[in-house]
C-alpha cells in the first residue's frame, strides 16, 4: 500500500492548458504539502494544509490553486499553464504541522511538461 | 527569512571514496533532517538531530549537528554505488521545512 499516492505520474501539455494533479496519503496524517522541484532538483513549498485548513501559501502565482477536500486528499490544479510551471511536484504529508518539523513522506512526483 | 546552504551541489567520487556534504543555516535550527533522493526518485527521510553536537550512525553514514546548531554535515564512509542521489538537509522555519539546495552524488564503479 503506497503511503502518498499522487496522479498522474506524467503529464505534458500545452500553453494555456488547464491541469490537476491529485494526491492522496493513507498514514493518517493531519497536514499535507505541495512543493515544485525545478531542473536544478531545488525543492521548494508551495502549499500546506492542516486538517483542511491552508496554513502556508508561500509565493505561488494565483493561477495556482490547492483543494483539500478531506485530510487525507490535497488537489492542485493549475490554469493557464506556463512553460515556466514544468518541473516536478511533489505531494507530501506530516503527522501535523510542520511547526516542529515532522517527518516529511513525499509521493513519486508528477513531472509536469507545458510545450 | 532563514536560509538553508548546502556545498556542494555537484561531487563526483570513485566507488570506495569517502563522500561529505555540508548544510550551513543562517540561523540556530531546533532541528535538522536529511533526505535522500535518488535519480528519477522521491525524497527520503533519512534522520532527524535535535542536539547540539550530535552525532548519529546509519552504517556507512555519519550525521552531525555542530555544537551552535547552525551547520550539519552527512559524511558517507567507502561510497558504494548504490549511494548515488541527490542528499538534502531541512530546517524548520516559520512552520514549514526549509531546504538546501541539495548535493548530487555519483559514483564511478
Known amino acids: 500500500d503506497t503511503a502518498v499516492s499522487q496522479t498522474p505520474k506524467y503529464l505534458v501539455t500545452q500553453m494555456g492548458n488547464d491541469k490537476s494533479i491529485k494526491c492522496e496519503q493513507n498514514?493518517?496524517?493531519?497536514?499535507m504539502y505541495w512543493y515544485k522541484q525545478d531542473s536544478k532538483k531545488f525543492l521548494k513549498i508551495m502549499f500546506s494544509?492542516?486538517?483542511?485548513?491552508?496554513?502556508i501559501n508561500e509565493t505561488v502565482p494565483n493561477r495556482f490553486s490547492p483543494k483539500s477536500p478531506d485530510k487525507a486528499h490535497l488537489n492542485l490544479h493549475i490554469n493557464s499553464l506556463e512553460l515556466g510551471d514544468s518541473a516536478v511536484y511533489f505531494c507530501?504529508?506530516?503527522?501535523?504541522?510542520?511547526?516542529?518539523?515532522?517527518?516529511?513522506?513525499f509521493g513519486s512526483g508528477t513531472q509536469l511538461s507545458v510545450l | 527569512g532563514q536560509q538553508v546552504m548546502q556545498i556542494p551541489q555537484y561531487q563526483h567520487v570513485q566507488e570506495g571514496e569517502d563522500f561529505t556534504t555540508y548544510c550551513n543555516s543562517s540561523?540556530?535550527?531546533?532541528?535538522i533532517q536529511w533526505y535522500k533522493q535518488r535519480p528519477g526518485g522521491h525524497p527520503v527521510f533519512l534522520i532527524q538531530?535535535?542536539?547540539?553536537?550530535e552525532v548519529k550512525k546509519q552504517k556507512r553514514l555519519t550525521f552531525q549537528f555542530g555544537e551552535a546548531k547552525k551547520n550539519s554535515s552527512l559524511h558517507i564512509t567507502a561510497t558504494q554505488t548504490t549511494d548515488v542521489g541527490t542528499y538534502f538537509c531541512?530546517?524548520?522555519?516559520?512552520?514549514?521545512?526549509?531546504f538546501g539546495d541539495g548535493t548530487t552524488l555519483t559514483v564511478k564503479p
Open positions: 507530501a504529508s506530516s503527522q501535523t504541522s510542520q511547526g516542529t518539523n515532522e517527518k516529511l513522506f
Open positions: 498514514l493518517g496524517h493531519d497536514t
Open positions: 538531530l535535535v542536539k547540539s553536537g
Open positions: 540561523t540556530t535550527l531546533s532541528n
Open positions: 531541512a530546517g524548520p522555519n516559520a512552520g514549514k521545512s526549509t
Open positions: 494544509y492542516n486538517n483542511k485548513e491552508l496554513i
